[in-house]
């Protein structure tokens, strides 16, 4: 198939990995951390560590969207979804995501809450044209990418003077999430996790442009190549991280210049930034407390904000105590680290979010990747 | 003997009339739809006898049968419809033991309200597929449910086939070695289907593949009665059908992404869904795994039958005590193709 076959060629992937091989340096190693859900998805459904030598090494970051939300943020969804007259709407993952005492909306809606799997926001806005009776709210989340048709959506029920449409907004920021980690105790001082370069996001930088890591890249000396989510842009991805890491470079490079420029895409930034504005700090599930790291919708549209609609939970909910997927988010330990994994965590039965998606570390890993831990 | 037709005042309204209670009620309205729809669409002599089974002589030898029930949604696809589909999927699920299919019922659950011009239209594709497969449906039952305790029409079939002499394939007998086929492209049901979903709808020129295999299989089976396992794989797609097998059979497998064929179409539709063509229902392919030297007369049969004119040899089984599926992926790695976690899409047969 066009544009997307080119981008999965064997030999060129084999041309690439050989290139790897010859110019990573045998005496030192290269962790390079996919901050990437989509990434982390691509590296597992190829099976690209295959072609990486030993000490190119792999780093699950913490960029999926349903496994960095917070059990507390996952628990108010739910409340929202059992309020009388309540239509709660939102993305297909977000339904398998463990909250409190198991519970997860797909449960929630066993128990005869109305709760729908949308694949856009017009399918929400729809549900709420189509049932003014109803209160729909639509449960927000998602990185750079989404925001941009969460904000159509508000501006459109603003247009249409729909007052039976909210957002509960748990859109969240890539540059601060990176930050956290480089700030990150392990990483910074003990050193316990070595993180010597990232691949950048693909769809968010389309978004966000190149510009914003351009800081990160600079003040914490670690190199960026922005790449796309097909196998040949990650092995590219990784070819360029080498070649930096080799020469001592920590430049924000782009691979993926089919679709991402330094400034993004101005017209969905401006969007963005009519409706929302910065929190002073979200709880990502991992991170902790993050300054600035999240948006929120600004006071000339909370009309259309659950959380000043209903008196929706703020409390923060400690995760299961055996569930890793904290540290797991933060590259501090990997996925086989977690007593849970694959045990009593599995997808038909995630305990922790990074088993949910497929874009989740754990996840990937025990569906395309188990064997190499088989023995 | 066949009974004379019994005569109704007026006839049926299969143009704007609608299901109501009295037609699953046991008196007179639920003999006229069954007399006007059902029995004049299937027309055969066993159901024309109005008892409440169907009397026919047993063939010497293995005999099979199964039951399936279909809740598909929408009940009108690209390709086919919930009638064809309900006379394929069991013709199938009784020809993967390589029998010879040779009756079929037909149970049907209606909605209270549900429009006799879609019953029709359903009753009369359900009856062109059971005559172009041979496979009469003999004996039925129709029962009617309350507006609002169903989904339009649900049907159940079950089907009953005779095994030919030294025939003996099994979900358990696949063999560390032997060679992993499939009778065309992966996907095409599943796509067809989603197009037409409510809030996903998408223009495509896929059909569904909805198909009855027992000619395929008998074409198969005869050039090399000694295949091991036939399955067709419908929910959950190729890779939880191969699953299944590996896990019954204690083998593990290895395929080849490159080998898998998958219309371009149907690419392009999963890419755009998120979806993966592995994990997306058929319901007219099969999966034959085979001695491995059978390999290559038995793609030649299938090339030779319009249902496996795409056949492909997608790969091989081996020992593998975790009983993994795995998979050399088109940039040279390598993958499991794990069981399908949750659910893709609901209602797709």
Redesign the interface.
């Known amino acids: 198939?066009k544009y997307?076959?080119e981008f999965?060629?064997?030999e060129v992937?084999?041309t690439i990995?050989r290139a790897i091989a010859a110019e990573a340096d045998p005496a030192r190693s290269y962790h390079l951390m996919e901050f990437c859900g989509g990434h982390t998805h691509a590296i597992?459904?190829?099976?690209?560590?295959?072609?990486l030598p030993a000490n190119v090494r792999m780093v699950h970051g913490p960029g999926c969207p349903v496994c960095v939300l917070p059990v507390g943020r996952i628990d108010a969804a739910i409340w929202l979804a059992r309020q009388p007259g309540v239509t709660l709407c939102t993305y297909g993952d977000m339904l398998?995501v463990p909250g409190s005492e198991r519970l997860s909306l797909l449960k929630a809606k066993a128990e005869g809450n109305d709760i729908r799997m949308?694949?856009s926001t017009m399918?929400a806005l729809?549900l709420a044209q189509k049932h003014p009776d109803r209160q729909v709210v639509f449960f927000a989340i998602g990185f750079e990418t989404t925001t941009p048709p969460t904000a159509v959506a508000i501006k459109q029920a603003q247009a249409l003077g729909l007052s039976n449409f909210s957002v509960f907004c748990n859109h969240v920021l890539t540059p601060s999430a990176i930050t956290q980690i480089l700030d990150s105790p392990e990483v910074r001082e003990l050193g316990t996790v070595k993180l010597d370069a990232f691949i950048g996001p693909a769809h968010v930088s389309t978004v966000i442009g190149s510009r914003p890591y351009e800081y990160f890249a600079e003040e914490y000396a670690r190199p960026v190549v922005i790449a796309g989510f097909e196998?040949?842009d990650v092995?590219q991805a990784i070819l360029m991280l080498v070649r930096q890491v080799n020469d001592g470079r920590h430049e924000v490079e782009n691979e993926f210049a089919r679709a991402v420029t330094r400034d993004g895409n101005e017209k969905a930034k401006e969007l963005v930034a009519e409706i929302f504005e910065l929190r002073k700090s979200f709880e990502w599930r991992g991170l902790g407390l993050v300054p600035y790291s999240a948006l929120r919708i600004k006071e000339p549209y909370a009309g259309w904000d659950a959380e000043r609609r209903w008196e929706v939970p703020q409390a923060s909910v400690p995760d299961n105590k055996a569930c890793d997927c904290g540290a797991i988010l933060r590259g501090v330990k990997k996925p086989t680290d977690c007593k849970l994994f694959g045990t009593v965590c599995?997808?038909?039965n995630p305990m922790g979010s990074c088993m949910v998606s497929a874009e989740g570390a754990c996840?990937a890993h025990?569906?395309?990747?188990?064997?190499r831990n088989?023995g | 003997m066949t009974l004379p037709r019994r005569t109704h005042p007026r006839p049926l309204d299969t143009k704007s009339g609608r299901v109501d209670l009295t037609h699953g009620g046991g008196g007179r309205a639920m003999a006229q739809l069954v007399d006007e729809l059902f029995v004049a669409a299937f027309d055969n002599e066993q159901l024309d006898q109005r008892n409440d089974q169907a009397a026919f002589d047993v063939a010497a030898g293995r005999m099979v049968m199964t039951t399936d029930g279909y809740v598909i949604h929408p009940l009108f696809f690209p390709g086919g419809d919930i009638g064809s589909l309900a006379v394929h999927g069991t013709v199938n699920d009784v020809a993967m033991a390589g029998a010879r299919p040779l009756y079929l019922s037909a149970g049907f659950i209606i909605e209270e309200g549900f429009p006799l011009a879609d019953l029709k239209r359903i009753v009369e594709s359900m009856a062109q597929a059971s005559r172009e497969a041979g496979v009469p449906v003999v004996t039925g039952d129709t029962k009617v449910v309350e507006r609002g305790k169903g989904d339009g029409v649900f049907i159940t079939t079950a089907g009953i086939g005779v095994v030919p002499a030294g025939v003996e394939i099994s979900g358990d007998r696949a063999r560390p070695g032997d060679a992993i086929l499939v009778s065309g492209t992966m996907g095409d049901h599943g796509v067809a289907v989603m197009s037409r979903r409510e809030g996903l709808e998408f223009d495509t020129a896929i059909l569904s593949d909805s198909a009855a295999l027992h000619s395929l299989v008998a074409a198969m089976v005869a050039e090399r009665p000694g295949i091991r396992v036939l399955r067709d794989p419908t929910r959950g797609g190729l890779a939880s059908t191969l699953n299944e097998i590996a896990a019954q059979s204690g083998v593990g497998m290895l395929l080849r992404e490159t080998d898998i064929p998958v219309a371009p179409e149907v690419k392009g539709a999963c890419e755009l869904l998120g979806l993966d063509p592995l994990y997306v229902a058929n319901e007219g392919k099969l999966i034959c795994i085979c001695p491995p030297e059978d390999a290559g007369t038995l793609l030649a049969a299938m090339r030779a039958h319009p249902l496996g004119r795409d056949a492909a040899l997608i790969g091989h089984c081996r020992e593998d005590t975790h009983h993994f599926v795995q998979m050399e992926t088109s940039v040279g790695g390598t993958r499991v193709v794990d069981w399908l976690a949750g659910e893709q899409l609901p209602r797709i047969c």
């Open positions: 198939m997307i076959d999965r060629d064997g992937a084999r990995a597992s459904r190829y099976g690209l560590e295959d072609l398998r949308v694949y399918d729809a196998p040949l092995m599995t997808p038909e996840a025990w569906t395309y990747g188990r064997f088989a």
